[in-house]
């Protein structure tokens, strides 16, 4: 599966942003997609997930409340919407695929896409 981020781009403190991930080809039902960001000189960081065939998706608290996730499986592709974003938001986002009970470390993951919040 080959993924494609997009969206990102430089907004305001407050703002609001919705990330995509399209897939290339039938994503099964059976995978897991998710979203991780990486802060410049730190750690990729989990944001959620959900699973392809649905159900509620699962957000990391740094984010509850104001990130959610959702997916569109006619157009293949995974959204994370972004409300009342802060400067500590700022990050490359990324999502990833993984058979569930795989490691998303060993699935395939999407080039990354730039979201910068100015204070």
């Known amino acids: 599966v080959q993924l494609q981020a997009s969206g990102g781009g430089l907004v305001q403190a407050g703002g609001s942003l919705r990330l995509a991930c399209a897939a290339s080809e039938r994503t099964f039902s059976s995978y897991v997609m998710g979203w991780f960001r990486q802060a410049p000189g730190k750690e990729r960081e989990f944001v959620g997930v959900?699973?392809?065939?649905?159900?509620?998706?699962n957000v990391a608290d740094s984010v509850k409340g104001r990130f959610t996730i959702s997916r569109d499986k006619a157009k293949k592709t995974v959204y994370l919407q972004m409300n009342s974003l802060k400067p500590e938001d700022t990050a490359v986002y990324y999502c990833?695929?993984?058979?569930?009970?795989?490691?998303?470390?060993?699935?395939?993951w999407g080039q990354g896409t730039l979201v910068t919040v100015s204070s």
């Open positions: 990833a695929a993984k058979p569930r009970g795989g490691t998303f470390s060993a699935g395939s």
């Open positions: 959900i699973m392809w065939s649905g159900g509620t998706p």
